[in-house]
């Protein structure tokens, strides 16, 4: 499996991560702190990414507007219910971070009108790991759900040093141990489940 | 007929008539011990279940930390608890986890395994990010089933992996 995963969400890197990146197969990276739209740091190739975190619909609106020319993916972390089931439906979306913020807002409709859009749910590893054990409950409640009902679940790094970033070995069997999803699902999503979201935004690895 | 004639004739006799007195005293004995035999087999899997031989696996790791070097004891008991905090200590006293070989120098080890565990250590150990008050990312490389080849996996490792 080398040079075949992506990390849709990563909040700074540096030359060591990036080579440290590569040696666990991974072929790319979205960045939410990167000057260019697309680059390369030794072998990886660097996306750039915009993370929006809404209380407002029309702030999320006003926010959107001609972001696709700057950012080739753009995340939202919805705050109210307004901005979320905007978020679900709008085409320049292209995943809805789950974090603790948003997590009472992800309920079964936003689920439902995600899998109508075919709109991702994005889980946040590093934000993951610092959650409590009721959060996590919540967490896995969705996530159960959005399983059930054919919404595909990203798992993301969301990481800003070296010791956050993913090892795909790992975070599979991990994620098969806390929500008792297969880890080929889990395989597959961050791979040719990230790649599909990439090809849809016109983006060649 | 004389008086020892009779005598051999009687015992003869006698032994004949004893004849179905003993086949049915050994069938008795023998439906005895087969009910026995039932009862006890059947106890046995309810009060023990069978284990089987507990084999083990050697994963070979990497690790990525910054500040002082850490210690082959600080890293088992780290790896320790961590595997207590995610899977409970009747797991982890099944799983047994141990470093059996760690070189600081080049932060690469060897850690044992019960095979059962292979895949819950491989998933916690990526989960580790502090030990000891120091950042840590721990990454598996490769599992094996012998330690020789464990070790040979280790020196075969590229250096890039250091960073």
């Not at chain 1, 995963?5 to 080579?19: G, H, N, S």
């Not at chain 1, 919404?151 to 929500?179: C, G, M, R, W």
């Not at chain 2, 003869?12 to 007195?21: H, N, Q, T, V």
């Not at chain 2, 565990?117 to 094996?144: E, F, R």
Request: aromatic share 8%; glycine share 6%.
């Amino acid at each position: 499996m080398k040079g075949e995963f992506i990390d849709l969400c990563i909040e700074k890197i540096d030359e060591p991560m990036a080579k440290l990146l590569v040696l666990m197969g991974y072929k790319a990276a979205a960045v939410l702190e990167y000057e260019e739209k697309t680059g390369r740091i030794d072998k990886l190739f660097i996306i750039r990414c915009k993370l929006l975190r809404s209380r407002k619909e029309s702030s999320l609106r006003k926010a959107l507007r001609g972001i696709k020319g700057e950012y080739p993916i753009v995340l939202v972390e919805p705050m109210d219910i307004q901005s979320a089931r905007f978020a679900g439906r709008d085409s320049r979306i292209d995943g809805i971070l789950i974090g603790e913020a948003s997590l009472r807002v992800i309920d079964r409709a936003q689920i439902s009108l995600m899998k109508q859009y075919s709109k991702p749910l994005i889980l946040p590893m590093k934000i993951f790991y610092n959650m409590d054990s009721r959060r996590k409950a919540m967490v896995y409640r969705r996530i159960a759900y959005a399983y059930d009902r054919g919404v595909n679940i990203i798992p993301v790094s969301y990481a800003s040093e070296i010791y956050d970033i993913l090892i795909p070995q790992s975070i599979t069997k991990l994620l098969e141990h806390y929500f008792g999803i297969n880890n080929r699902y889990w395989l597959y999503m961050l791979t040719s489940g990230v790649g599909e979201i990439l090809v849809k935004n016109g983006v060649r690895v | 007929m004389n008086i020892y004639e009779a005598i051999s004739m009687i015992s003869l006799g006698l032994s004949l008539a004893l004849i179905p007195l003993i086949i049915l005293v050994w069938k008795r004995i023998n439906r005895v011990h087969r009910l026995l035999g039932v009862a006890l087999k059947l106890k046995e899997p309810q009060a023990l279940e069978k284990i089987g031989r507990i084999r083990k696996r050697y994963i070979v790791f990497s690790v990525v930390s910054e500040g002082k070097p850490l210690t082959r004891k600080a890293i088992e008991e780290g790896i320790r608890r961590a595997f207590k905090e995610l899977y409970g200590e009747t797991i982890l006293v099944r799983a047994d986890p141990q470093i059996v070989y760690y070189e600081p120098s080049v932060k690469r080890g060897v850690i044992r395994v019960a095979h059962l565990y292979k895949d819950q250590m491989i998933a916690l150990l990526g989960s580790i990010k502090n030990i000891d008050d120091t950042k840590v990312l721990i990454i598996p490389v490769k599992t094996t089933g012998t330690i020789k080849k464990a070790r040979k996996i280790l020196y075969m490792m590229r250096r890039e992996l250091q960073i």
